[in-house]
């Protein structure tokens, strides 16, 4: 079973470096927090590389 990266959205500042470097994966959602809408947009070593590693308050997690 695949890993999917899930946005803890309680914690997420908007600071928009998931959104900004993996478009494909992350967006802003309504309540202006960060959220997946696709995890199949990108190599899960992207993801952790350009998301979850550079995210500053660490609200990216694999599930």
């Known amino acids: 079973m695949?890993?999917?990266?899930?946005?803890?959205?309680?914690?997420?500042?908007?600071?928009?470096?998931c959104t900004d470097n993996v478009p494909e994966v992350f967006r802003f959602a309504d309540n202006g927090k960060a959220e997946c809408y696709d995890q199949t947009g990108a190599s899960e070593e992207e993801i952790q590389n350009d998301a979850i590693d550079v995210c500053p308050v660490s609200c990216i997690h694999w599930r």
């Open 2 to 17: 695949a890993r999917e990266p899930w946005v803890d959205q309680d914690v997420c500042i908007s600071c928009g470096l």
